[in-house]
Structure formats: structure tokens, C-alpha cells
């Protein structure tokens, strides 16, 4: 798990490095932004997978796991919520096939999710720090 830990810290802050050089270049031919951000969830999930497996460990942070835990379920929800929500709420042509009702929720939950995602990284590196210790 040691190992596990090491991986994962430098991938998600590889990770977190292009996507800021990706935004700076603003080049999506050569650094996809959008590409780096899918590809940081994708890590972050399988991460929480193989956390959950791993079952409890004294060097786990119990409490930020569930703080993000309770957080990325609530970040879903508004998510979801954005994808189902009618397009009858919204002023203007309710036959418009390209009106996103969704979207200022969509947005709403983009930052908590950013949010997340620094935490579960700081998270990630205080396990790290704490298997040294205990290791």
C-alpha cells in the first residue's frame, strides 16, 4: 500500500500540474485541459476504490475520508440534478433542442468538485506521510 500511496500522490499531482500548464497554453491540440481533469477523476476513483478495499488502516484520515466522501456524494447529486432538470424551469422557448436547463447547476457544482478533488490530493499525502511514519 506504501507503494500504492507514493503512485498515486505524484500521478494526482502530475496530473494536477498539466492540467494549470494546460490552461496557461490554452492549447487544446497539444494539452487537452478537459482530457487531464476526466483523467484526474478517473484516478481519484480508482483510489477511493482501492482504499475502500484495503478496509481500515492506522495511518487512514478517517475523518477527511468521510468529509470528501460526504462532499463528492453531494457534488453527484447536483450533478444529476443538472442533467435531469426540465426544460420547462427555464424562460424562453421550451422547444429549444439546444437550451441546457441544466447548465448554471452544472456550473454550480463545478467548483465544490474542483474543491474535492485539491482535498482528496492533501488527503492523499498525509496517508502518504503517515505509512512512513508507521512503516
Known sequence: MKSFKSIDFFLQT????L????????????????????????MQIISLLVNMLA???PWKKRGWRKIHLIGTALVLALITIALVQDSSRRT???????????????????????????FYVVITFAEKKNIKKIQ
Open 19 to 42: 492540467i494549470v500548464l494546460a490552461f496557461i497554453t490554452d492549447d487544446a491540440d497539444t494539452l487537452n485541459p478537459m482530457l487531464f481533469i476526466l483523467l484526474l477523476g478517473v
Open 92 to 118: 424562453g422557448d421550451k422547444d429549444d433542442k439546444y437550451g441546457m436547463p441544466g447548465l448554471g447547476t452544472l456550473l454550480l457544482a463545478t467548483i465544490p468538485a474542483v474543491l474535492l478533488g485539491l
Open 14 to 17: 502530475g496530473l494536477l500540474i
Open 55 to 57: 478496509g481500515p488502516q
